[in-house]
């Protein structure tokens, strides 16, 4: 083998498929990879150099890549200008409390939908649906006057409960238990197992994919969604870091460099739950997975 | 909608007129749970405001206000949202710009019953341009806090390099010396323009008044922009922009995009408000100063807004309410503001020497505000204006970027503009 | 992932047939409620407002059909919404998801390190729009800008893409798929871990190149998520908003207002709720056609077992 090839060979790695083939393609497959991923982060690295720059160096023109000099003493900065540990434990809970109330009621619903005979289903699933094509903007109003007469402005049940319950998480997983045969209930059933037995014990297991998938996207989606948060909070007490970050956003100018290092602090927690959810996305199904049988 | 608000000027301190005595005989309850809602960008901000209510709960102990800030930028969606909804603050703030829109829409109430009612308290001690801005149909809606003009902003050293005399501090220099300065700054090759405007409508409005235009009629039916004199003056303007004096537009979605350029230092001159003193001190690290609008035609003419506060019109503490906002806009509150500096208070009693320079000329701020030197109008809006300002801003973006020519786009944006000066009429019949 | 369609005959024993409305109750009802509560009564109220004219403060009369007449009559700027919203659409949507699913075809190879790469293709999508945003402007700008700079070695004159007429909507475009496909690429994954080795063993087996086992096992396999991501793909980018507001404010004149920018403005800044909701169920109405229509189709291309 040339040293070409075993480059190729020590790059393999355990997860995913085998590139297979001539000995060569891990090293472009890794090289695209590379260039890829480089196209990609550019803009992001130039923000995280911006939060290190002084605010009349981010300001000049023409911007400048490198920072002049580095002043990380604005991530301290960026931090204290508004309780961003407050905010944090906010969003936390927040968003924490949409994902797992969104993902337990959508995988009972998809269950139903997916798996069970009853008068209206499509239709309710069409009502499902259709909802997901309303701009937020409209409902909004309508939205916040349910929660004003009920007193839940400004209570985390406020920020959390009319955000858990979009069609997303039932469509997704509707989709998903869909692919799953029948077969494995079937004989569940036939040895007497209840509906809500074949779920627990059979569809539940074989949906960590999908579930994961779902728990990530409204993780990441509902973290940095402002609208509703905007509306809801009107105090430190409930106020989410996406809410916070706007502070940087001033009425005759912004901190862009506070700005840009307050972003990259919020990103990280969003980057470890997805890192941890990769065991759940990088699991090989023997059987039905998505798609497939 | 003009976001640089005359508030921050306020904060000029108000020299010591005892209009903080809310009297014992005054008007207004004394006691109640107050919210309060207020927009603020920084923490230092927020502290101050905090403070503020602070001293209404000292000076009260049975009121407490509890104060709700959100940045500037989505105060108004979250304010709107609140009217819709019944659920807005006791004590609001208002811009002047917005004032109309709002007061009319029936979101504050007037304050003139309060007033009268409370021999103590001296509204005269508010400059006249804040208490016409924060009027709709002569009706005081709000106590300003701060107030402010545009001014002319100038690059010291761009000025210095180019050896080219700065621009007087107390007489505006004439439009044809404003444009000869501005070439003689210019130079292509360093990417340095003499001038720089933002691609705003709000900040054509002073070279309309200075050229002799308008952009509506006095009675508010009829749009002017097509008046030889606003033509005119507009064509200046953007005459700058087509010569290549003044900075190319870059930005159509940065409400601080000119000022941000300014910051640069490659540009020499830029008008905006005092609001801007402390957003510059920071940002950039070259010499400057202000001066007055240049003078067209009709003179150096400018326009001053500001913001205030206002009772909402369904608190149900009303009598607390006005306490409190008396307290908070009083001489003694506003110069606490000032010293947190950003803005002309918009109480006299309340001017007095602003923060260390720069700028050096930072006397000649007042002088403009009350018309000693050139001539300042209140910034007067419509009910539409939002809508305006967004269909103003929608159609002019192809003249700041040097696409269209004046005349083409005011025979576009007249039309809608009468269109919503008739809704503007037909919204204030409604109300009174 | 499959359709609506049922992919086969449902063996339930004929006893239990009667339960499944009960069953489907206690299933259903934890989201039902919610649901109708929270998401469906305030659809129904922008649906019903949508025939009112409602200005914010001043409060609601009965409009009849008078907003969509003025919508489609006379209003100019709903049809240049209308317009950048459907072109918007109809570009980003295949870019971003053939570059996810390309994406997610390259980290699935087992290779070193590929976790990494995975992470660094959904951070344009997990970091706030606000920031990246600002850099974007500043990769824009006409002559100092980064784009330009490298156009410019290879000698093309890049013009001022976020302020002219022509190229405002592409710069969005581009900004909104390098934003998004990483978000493609993760379901793909996900539909691509669901496809069994032995297919693959056996393709490879019968002597198929890689590109005939891409053709034959792969995309047929993958289609019902391929399915997925294009229905949400075409959902979420008719309703584009964050960039168009804060990159460009739907400028130069009218060239990036997209339909849900349009709604924002009429309905926070011009408070005309009613015209507002009226353009939102036009949205709607145009989202849920393209969405039957997927819906169809499918039929022809999504291979279920």
Known sequence: MSAFDSIGVALKGRVGVSPGGKPYWPILIYATLMAMAFLTLVPIIWMVLTAFKSAPEVAANPPTWWPREWHPENFAAAWNFAPFGRYLINSLVMVGGITILQTVTSALAAYAFARLRFRGRDLLFLLYLGTLMIPPQVTVIPQFILIKELDWVDTYQGLIIPQAFTAFGVFLLRQFFLTIPYELEDAARIDGASRFGCFWRIILPLSGPALATLAVFAFLFHWNNLLWPLIVSNSDATIPVVVGLRNFQGQYGTEWNLLMAAAAIATIPTVIVYLFAQRWFVRGITMSGFGGR | MNRRDFLRMSGAGLAGVGLLGVSACGGGGTSGALRWSMWSDTPEETRVWKSLAEDVHEKYPDITVKLETVTFADYWDKLTTQIASENEADIVAMQSLRMPGYAARGALQPLMPFIEDDSEFDVDDFFGPIRQGLSVNDELYALGYDIGPIILYYNKDLFGKAGVEPPPAETPMSWEEFREKAEQLTNPGAKEYGFVEQPVFDFMVPWLWSGGGDYMNAAQTECTLDSPESIGAMEFVIGMITDKIAAPVTDLANPSFAVEEFFGGKIGMHVDGPWQFINIRENSDFEWDVAPMPAGPAGSVTWAAGSGFGISNTTENADAAWTALKTITSTGSLKKLVKAGRGYPARESAVSTFEKPPPQNVDVVQKILVSDIGETRPFVTTTTWQETTVMLTRDFSPVFLGKQSVDAVVSKVKPQFDELLKEHQEILEQQS | ?305
């Open chain 3, 1 to 305: 992932m499959a359709g609506t369609a049922q992919p086969g005959p449902e063996k339930v024993p004929w006893k239990d047939r009667e339960h499944e409305g009960l069953a489907a109750g206690l299933f259903l009802l934890p989201n039902l409620i919610g649901f109708l509560i929270f998401t469906a009564i305030p659809v129904g109220a922008a649906f019903v407002l949508a025939f009112y004219d409602y200005d914010l403060l001043l409060g609601a009369s009965w409009a009849g059909l008078e907003n969509f007449r003025e919508l489609f009559t006379v209003d100019r700027v709903f049809r240049a919404a209308l317009f950048n919203t459907v072109y918007f659409t109809a570009v980003s949507v295949p870019l971003s998801v053939v570059l996810g699913l390309a994406t997610a075809i390259l980290v699935n190879q087992a290779l070193r390190g590929v976790v990494i790469f995975r992470s660094i293709f959904l951070l344009p999508y997990v970091t706030v729009t606000v920031a990246l945003s600002l850099v974007w402007k500043w990769l824009y700008l006409p002559d100092i800008g980064l784009i330009n700079s490298v156009l410019g070695t290879v000698g093309i004159d890049g013009p001022a893409w976020l302020t002219s007429q022509t190229w405002a909507m592409p710069a969005l475009i581009l900004m909104s798929v390098w934003k998004g496909f990483g978000y493609n690429m993760v379901i793909f994954l996900a539909g691509l871990q669901g496809i069994p080795d032995h297919l693959y063993d056996a393709a490879k087996v019968d002597g198929a190149t890689a590109w005939r086992r891409f053709l034959n096992v792969t995309l047929p396999l993958l289609s019902p998520t391929t399915f997925f991501v294009v229905v949400i793909s075409v959902i979420s980018s008719f309703q584009v908003f964050d960039q168009a507001l804060i990159m460009t404010n739907g400028g130069p004149g009218t060239a990036t207002t997209t339909l849900v920018l349009y709604i924002y403005q009429k309905g926070f800044q011009s408070f005309d709720m009613g015209y507002a909701a009226a353009v939102a169920l036009v949205l709607f109405a145009v989202i849920f056609v393209f969405t039957v229509v997927q819906f169809l189709f499918q039929r022809r291309w999504v291979t279920y077992e």
